[in-house]
């Protein structure tokens, strides 16, 4: 498999990771809590599955140096570093949302962090899909 089909693969679950969680969050604005839970746990599964298909290509192939120049690299650069910088974060913070949820079920500290949890990441969804065009799909 090449490197730019795992980064497909990767990519793309995290963006379905997004849907799930964009869905999981419908779902409870609406009161349907069996719902939000199976996306929410489907978020999570898929986040855990572009996990094991980035680590897989990056200690396979390595990473993938940006080929833009000038504007196109300070693009870059800004979007790749507060996507790196919250990717970290998410894992810890959906955890702790499944264990508030599932352990003690304190529903208080899981809705005031969900709503952290959430926009952070979509955000990391969507600039994971932006870097990837950048990086394998627009040319230089
Ligand atoms: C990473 C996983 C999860 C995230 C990011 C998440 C996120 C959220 C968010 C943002 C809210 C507040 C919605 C709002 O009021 O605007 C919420 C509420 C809620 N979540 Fe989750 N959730 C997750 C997993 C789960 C799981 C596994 C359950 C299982 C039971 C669950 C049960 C609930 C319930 C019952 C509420 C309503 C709490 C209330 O209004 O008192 N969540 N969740």
């Not at 978020?43 to 140096?65: D, E, H, M």
């Not at 504007?71 to 810890?92: E, Q, S």
């Amino acid at each position: 498999m090449s490197q730019q089909h795992l980064t497909l693969i990767s990519t793309s679950c995290i963006v379905v990771s997004g849907i799930c969680l964009l869905l999981g969050w419908w779902q409870i604005r609406r009161q349907r809590m069996e719902a939000h839970r199976a996306f929410m746990l489907a978020a999570t599964a898929f986040a855990s599955l572009f996990l094991i298909a980035y680590v897989t290509r990056w200690s396979l192939f390595g990473s993938k140096s940006f080929e833009g120049i000038g504007g196109w690299k300070t693009f870059y650069l800004a979007n790749l570093a507060p996507h790196i910088l919250l990717a970290m974060t998410v894992g810890p913070l959906a955890l702790y949302q499944i264990y508030l949820a599932l352990g003690p079920k304190d529903f208080a500290r899981h809705r005031k962090f969900g709503r952290i949890t959430v926009p952070i990441w979509l955000y990391v969804s969507a600039s994971g899909w932006l870097i990837y065009f950048l990086l394998y799909v627009m040319e230089f």
